[in-house]
């Protein structure tokens, strides 16, 4: 095997189902093997999950579904539900659609879409997540008033992202645009005071709002791992390293309910 193809399949399994970090209860147990990880990207999906309050019955949309990975975990312990998965690239949708079967009665269905655009009526889902993707979204405020369109009346949104700790965020924001540097894709980070005023601009109350960010420090080994023989990639991930390790952003779970 070329050292392209190992790296190729090295990516595939560490990102190849959930495209986020991880989530270890005890950070110290981590032991850096891809086995690992691959246990803790699902626990951090079912530590959102945990946030979401699905029964049995319900409509729920993922918007930034990527290939599916949370779908595929709600897939096999939930029955009856209606779930679609949103996501910008045709791409990363048509895998989705490969890797998922549906199964214990539940509809599952993946479709194109943008975020801050949803393809859906008004009132249409009991749960709208986002796992680990709302920094990529064109503008978080209008994707607030999305989600509250398209949400039943004390329907819940649940999301993840890396929070920024300090006031500026629009000094962090700005940096990061002018370094030119395309980190992870483009992204934009908000604070938590952001958050306050989007739910309260779109007529959300905060249910919840869970701080996990030693939890997710394991992931970084990996990721560097992965990301060895990418001087960018390396770098950008020490970079992320080290906001998250000096507590500059820190990463959380927000659950917020429709009024
Ligand atoms: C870090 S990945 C997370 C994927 C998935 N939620 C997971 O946890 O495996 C971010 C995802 O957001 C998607 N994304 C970016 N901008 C988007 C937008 N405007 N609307 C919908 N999805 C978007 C990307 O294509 C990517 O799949």
């Known amino acids: 095997m070329s050292e392209i193809e190992k790296q190729n399949k090295e ?73 679609v998965g949103v996501n910008i690239d045709q791409r990363q949708i048509d895998r989705a659609k490969q890797k998922v079967f549906q199964k214990n009665g539940n509809d599952i269905s993946f479709i194109q879409g943008d975020a801050c655009k949803l393809p859906f009526n008004d009132n249409s889902f009991d749960i709208v997540l986002a796992v680990e993707c709302i920094f990529h979204f064109p503008d978080r405020n209008h994707f607030f008033s999305e989600a509250y369109r398209v949400l039943k009346g004390g329907g819940q949104l649940v999301l993840s992202d890396f ?80 906001t998250q390790k000096s507590k500059m952003i820190r990463y959380k779970n927000l659950a917020f309910k429709k009024i």
């Open 11 to 83: 990516m595939e399994q560490v990102f190849g189902e959930h495209i986020h970090w991880g989530y270890w209860e005890n950070p110290n147990s981590a032991n850096g093997s891809i086995e690992d990880f691959q246990n803790a990207s699902k626990a951090l999906s079912k530590k959102l999950l945990a946030l979401a309050n699905i029964v049995d019955g319900q409509a729920v949309l993922e918007v930034g579904c990527g290939f599916g990975g949370t779908i595929s975990l709600i897939n096999e312990e939930f029955h009856d539900l209606k779930i």
């Open 163 to 242: 929070v920024l700790s300090f006031d500026f965020p629009n000094l962090f924001n700005m940096s990061l645009k002018k370094s030119g540097i395309p980190f992870y894709g483009n992204i934009q980070l908000c604070t938590c005071e952001a958050y306050e005023s989007f739910a309260k601009e779109n007529y959300f109350e905060i249910e919840e709002i869970e701080d996990i960010n030693e939890s997710t420090l394991p992931t970084y080994p990996i990721v560097k791992k992965v990301f060895s023989k990418s001087k960018m990639g390396y770098l950008l991930t020490q970079v992320a390293e080290w």
